[in-house]
């Protein structure tokens, strides 16, 4: 198979071709290395390419599957993941100068668990300062491949580039506030946003650590559920990780929607949303629909104030995590990530136990929604395919931000799973997404619902022109 071939092949796609040996994983890996070492110089997606332990790695699956021993699907496909998840020998900086120098003694429980499954890990995936909003000033960010002057979204910039450019056949991204799902939407791929729980946290870098959830970015649902499928689970290393069992994400994919109830909120998901963003889950519905969902209307839990606590909430736990170092190093902070600890500093006690109140309330209110639909449809965020000089507005603009956040930092707050789907593209020619979210520990219901979508439209074949 020519290389030219091979970048933008299904993670799912690429493995099941390996593992019937008609294609080699020392192949797959030195193509997708150089298709790095080609395109990354511009793109900036890598913070770390760990060239000679992929080749390394691949030679093994390659002896392995040879021998007839299978791991499963992601044996042998080269994959990547975001800077702040520790891998053994090589540099992890969490997107800060602070780090730079330090080399983990260990995996993260992620990392260890592709490893295990047989997936050669490429390098390191470039992200904001902290995984917070804003590149480190001294860190090249990444640029989206579909136009330099678009947004490649926050915090895992590098996993959203990389994978929408071919540099990689699926990667780890993280969420705390989108993080997960912005990326995915601005860079036209597939981002799971698993349940609070679901994946060990151990060996990653936090952010905040009630609201950062590690996740999948790939090119479809199916990739995403066999990367979930692998790195979900309890972890004695964690015990936040709770003890379910994992599910085959990819069983009794149907290609339907029979029996599945869509709920979606009208009056909340078109105030203030621009017509891209409401034409892309306009026509996700109108597909669901097609497919045999019966959509549902629905009023969502009014959810500004947990918008508005999100920021404070988010810095008393960054402050924590990163109390050996600020303020003690402030002046090696960028603005944005010193601001937040900032203000997690300044909150008091009370201020904290009443945030932690209204996210109960708000949690059980997002529960007792789900009683009556199996999921929720809903923009990616308010406006599609942002520019960077748009986004450079963005610490000024409160209706920016709250535009940005208004459908993805309350399902961190709740801790729900969510779905980023490539639906369609904005004016500018930037790819726009929507969510599906769902209840608590059923990601297999976004699998299957990413999937049925996926089989009917074809929005997550379309790539960049590099």
């Known amino acids: 198979m020519a290389a030219t071939d091979l970048h933008y092949l299904g993670l799912v796609d690429v493995g099941r071709k390996i593992q019937a040996k008609e294609l080699s994983p020392v192949e797959a890996t030195k193509a997708m290395l ?12 890598f913070a770390y390419v760990m060239a000679d332990s992929a080749l390394t790695e691949a030679a093994v699956a390659e002896k392995e599957i040879a021998s007839g021993k299978i791991r499963g699907l992601l044996h042998g496909v080269p994959v990547a993941v975001k800077d702040l998840c520790w891998a053994k020998g090589a540099p992890a900086a969490h997107g800060m100068t602070i780090h730079r120098d330090f080399r983990p003694t260990e995996d993260a429980t992620v990392v260890a668990r592709l490893k295990e499954a047989g997936a050669i890990i ?14 480190h000033p001294k860190i090249d960010p990444p640029q989206n491949p579909w136009n330099a002057d678009l947004w490649p979204g926050a915090s895992s910039s590098g996993s959203g580039v990389a994978t929408a450019a071919g540099l990689c056949f699926g990667s780890l991204g993280t969420d705390t506030g989108g993080s997960i799902r912005f990326p995915s939407a601005a860079n036209g791929v597939t981002g799971l946003k698993p349940t609070w729980g679901r994946v060990s946290r151990y060996g990653a870098f936090e952010l905040a650590a009630t609201l950062d959830h590690i996740g999948p970015m790939a090119r479809s649902a199916v990739d995403c559920g066999a990367i979930l499928g692998v790195i979900a689970g309890q972890d004695p290393k964690d015990t936040t990780a709770v003890p379910l069992a994992v599910p085959d994400y990819l069983a009794g994919l ?14 909340w998901t078109s105030d203030g949303t621009d017509g891209d963003a409401a034409k892309v889950l306009a026509e996700g519905l109108r597909v669901a629909a097609d497919l045999g969902a019966k959509i549902k209307e629905v009023a969502f839990p009014d959810p500004k104030a947990i918008i508005d606590d999100w920021f404070p909430l988010c810095g008393i736990e960054v402050a924590v995590a990163h109390e050996e170092t600020y303020p003690a190093r402030k002046d090696e902070y960028g603005p944005a990530l010193a ?10 006690g009370i201020d904290y136990q009443k945030i932690v109140l209204r996210r109960e309330a708000f949690r059980g209110a997002v529960r007792v929604l789900f009683e009556s639909v199996d999921l929720l449809a809903i923009p990616a965020q308010a406006f599609a395919a942002p520019t960077l000089a748009k986004m450079a507005a963005l610490g000024e603009d409160a209706s920016l931000i709250g535009g940005l956040l208004r459908f993805t930092c309350p399902f961190d707050m709740t801790g ?6 490539p639906g369609g593209f904005a004016a500018n020619g930037g790819p726009v997404g929507f969510q599906f979210v769902g209840r608590h520990f059923e990601e ?5 619902a990413g999937d049925a979508f996926q089989r009917v439209t074809d929005w997550h074949k379309h790539h960049p022109a590099i």
């Open 416 to 421: 729900s799973p969510t779905v980023t789907l």
């Open 254 to 267: 149907t290609g339907d929607l029979r029996g599945v109830t869509i709920g979606v909120d009208r009056r």
């Open 339 to 348: 601001g937040l600890l900032d203000l997690g500093r300044q909150q008091s």
């Open 444 to 448: 297999a219901g976004l699998v299957r």
């Open 34 to 45: 150089g298709r790095i070492e080609k395109l990354d110089g511009k793109l900036k997606s």
């Open 122 to 135: 490429l390098g390191k995936l470039q992200q904001t300062e902290g995984a917070y909003a804003d590149h």
